[in-house]
């Protein structure tokens, strides 16, 4: 399975992300965009650079760059050999932060994430839902003394109007996306999570094998 994890700032998916891996044991593959290639973690710097203000045009076209090299050299070749695949965040991100908040026009949107994608879309996407202001503070608790990234320093409303279109997803596509309450314990989440990602896999199986019998 290809399994992507969602949500806004400081959700806690990062830390589901390593989670739900080490659950699903080894040969599991953990990604995080962008990043994942030596390409993308350039990329990543630069995006995550305060000192570096990018047009929103800008910044999704390094995501998508990110992205598609990603694909290429890692997700797919993983897919086909049989491994699965957790990635902290995927394409539901750009549809949020460069979509949504950064105001691009849809069809440039649908255009560009087609290139980028090129038709792979995950089998399953968990969306970490938590109340922005507690987003804020986590950020805050675990940066200390240091300096808050480009995201990170936007305003409440923006991280709210994320949320708000991060659930819109959710609900316009249910067959793909679960809504996680990040508010929990991580241990609880924790929980949460596997018994979602499990059940999937166990329904996924007797599918498979159905499919692979001989006539």
Not at 87 to 97: A, G, I, K, P
């Amino acid at each position: 399975m290809f399994i992507t994890l969602e949500g806004i700032d400081r959700s806690g998916k990062t830390t589901q992300a390593a989670m739900l891996a080490e659950a699903l044991g080894t040969g599991t593959l953990l990604l995080r965009e962008p990043g994942g290639t030596p390409a993308g973690e350039r990329m990543r710097a630069m995006l995550k650079d305060p000192a570096l203000p990018l047009d929103p045009a800008a910044e999704l076209l390094l995501f998508s760059a990110a992205r598609a090299q990603l694909i290429s050299e890692v997700i797919t070749p993983a897919l086909a050999a049989g491994r699965d695949v957790v990635c902290d965040r995927f394409l539901d991100s750009s549809r949020v932060y460069q979509g949504v908040t950064g105001g691009l026009d849809p069809a440039f949107m649908e255009a560009l994430e087609a290139v980028a994608v090129n038709g792979l879309v995950p089998d399953m996407t968990l969306i970490f839902d938590i109340d922005p202001a507690e987003g804020l503070k986590r950020a805050a608790a675990r940066r200390g003394v240091g300096d808050a990234d480009r995201f990170e320093k936007e305003t409440l409303a923006i991280h709210r109007r994320r949320r708000e279109a991060f659930l819109a997803i959710a609900a316009a596509e249910p067959e793909r996306c679960i809504i996680i309450d990040a508010s929990a314990d991580p241990d609880t989440v924790e929980n949460v999570v596997t018994a979602a990602v499990f059940a999937a896999l166990e329904a996924r199986v007797p599918v498979q094998r159905k499919q692979a019998a001989p006539a």
